[in-house]
């Protein structure tokens, strides 16, 4: 790396997944002086699952966390997915075949143990200082040098400068409005008409039930799919944890969809929107107290005509929100921050002129392949959705034949598709590719 380059300042705006993974990766190269805003005062992470899969597991890995959340991760053997209403299995997919085929297995875990392990590999490193309770906004220049008011919540606010900035501020990224504005550009919200309820059952509550406790005890993932909703379900935390995530149709967000995206669901609303789904689905809802669902908007943008502006860079979902249907939201986010680790740390100088050439690299390596991925979680969502009919008869053919040899409609579960997700090492690919594309700027 380059001498005078790794002790710019880099601010991170956002403590999120992406936040995290971005400063770890830039610490990791070398980088010096990185600071990280964050509007919570603490990380703020809602008691949920998210999966690991092999291509996040392998820069987790790099990056030196992999060991601490591996070893409260739940080791996934299979996936059986089932119709809704009756339980019937509609096929059945061994995913044991991952670990040997991409070095890495495809594991569940607890969203706090992921977070938590990213946020104290953070802290051992002297280069990252975290200012939590703090809002960043506006964004004053883009270029040559980023500048931004920082709001903490207790004093006065002030400007900070920077060298680079990287924007990791969630799906409503304030950064991104700015930054279209900036370039008279404009991407609008496009309403999915979807929401998700997210429930963690804890083995104490399974246990009077031994057939739900199964599911507990089990290495898989399970998905009960209907008309327009699903249920997708897993353990975490060393199977003490029953995970289950929801899809349904919007009703509660519709009238505000920018204005908020979670919120305090209702157990009867929940309980009706599954009503028609089978005994072993409902007696598991039947087992969240009432004042512990939470309800998400899940909302996403089109693709972005950029990324980047002068020193500034959108990083994970405010650069390409999904739906979760493909589980790969977090794990893009952290191939972002890898790329990112690997093109700022080959940037051949100081000037803005390079710092934006190289953001340009990490666009190139990662924009086409995050979009195509929304698109595949989109496309999943539509087949797991389909409503009596035709096209519902021959996915369910298509499930029924062709489980086995891994071909099914459900793309997160579909052998091809998992080649082309988990197959793919973002790091090698940037360190391949810095130097054409850089010299072609
Ligand atoms: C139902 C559901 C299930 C999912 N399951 C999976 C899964 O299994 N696997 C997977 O890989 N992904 C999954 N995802 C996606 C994943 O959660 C997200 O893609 C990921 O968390 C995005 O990380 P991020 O850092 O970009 O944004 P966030 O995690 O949203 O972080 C953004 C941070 O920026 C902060 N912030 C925002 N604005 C400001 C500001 N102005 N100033 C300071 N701070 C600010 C916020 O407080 C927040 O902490 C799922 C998502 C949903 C909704």
Redesign the pocket.
Known sequence: MNELIKDVHIAI???????LATALALAKQGFTHISV????SHL?FVG????L?PN?ARILDRLGCWVEIEKEAVDLKETSIRQGDTDTELTHVDLRYIRETYSYPHMVVHRASLATALFNACKRSPSITFNFS????PIHTFSPLPTFSATPRYSPPYTVTCSILLA???????TRTSLLTALNAHADILDTSQA?Y?IMLSRAQLTPFPHLLALLDSQAVTRWIGPSRHIIAYPVSSHTIYNI?TVQPDTNFAAAPSATYTTRGSKTSMLETFSDFCPRVQEMLQLVPDTEVCE?K?RVHPPLPTWIHGCVAL????AH??L?HL???????IEDAAVLGVVLSKCPDTSPESINKSLKVYEKVRKERAEILVELAAQSGRELHLGEGKAREERDRVFREGGAEGKVPDKWADREVQGMVYGFDCVEIAEGCFEKVFRAL
């Open positions: 705006i956002g403590a999120g997944m992406g936040g805003y964050e509007a919570a703020g949920a699952g998210i999966q899969a996040m703090t809002t960043i906004s990791c501020d969630g799906v409503k990224s304030p998700a997210r995530s998400w899940l990083v994970g979902d405010a929100p999904t979760p589980a790969q939201g977090a794990a893009q986010a």
